[in-house]
């Protein structure tokens, strides 16, 4: 038997039981999120978020002081009868991401899109005003 097993750290033996890597399932209750991608352009930024299994009207997005934030309740009913038992499992829990998007958004022309399980955001960018110079005259 090798001693080196028990050297490890149990902290990092401990994080690693929650990895996604190694278990989704407890990684979700640890600290419950969905996957998504950001993207921009010159004239808006694209937030792309994977939420299967949630209904549209559980998902609330909102706008304030720069920071998008997207929240969803998840509510999971799962039941099975065969012959000789039953077995039903509920899950259910709020999930949460915050992004900084900044001043430079126009808040009145955000849109949302619910679709098959993917939300899609699209967050107009403010062009900036060209700023006009002025001559300052030497004295």
Do not use: Q
Not at 21 to 40: G, Q
Not at 47 to 56: R, Y
């Amino acid at each position: 038997m090798s001693l080196t097993l028990f050297k490890r750290d149990p902290l990092k033996l401990f994080e690693n039981v929650f990895n996604d890597n190694v278990s989704p399932f407890f990684s979700s209750i640890v600290a419950p999120s969905f996957k998504v991608d950001i993207s921009e352009d010159e004239s808006a930024i694209f937030i792309e978020a994977d939420m299967p299994g949630i209904k549209k009207e559980d998902i609330k997005v909102s706008l304030e002081d720069g920071v998008l934030s997207i929240c969803a309740e998840r509510v999971h009913n799962e039941e099975e009868k065969k012959k000789g038992y039953h077995r039903v499992e509920r899950s259910w829990g709020s999930l949460s991401r915050s992004f900084t998007v900044g001043e430079n958004v126009d808040p009145e022309k955000i849109e949302a899109a619910y679709d098959n399980g993917v939300l899609n955001i699209k967050v107009p960018k403010v062009k900036p005003e060209p700023k006009s110079g002025k001559e300052i005259t030497v004295k």
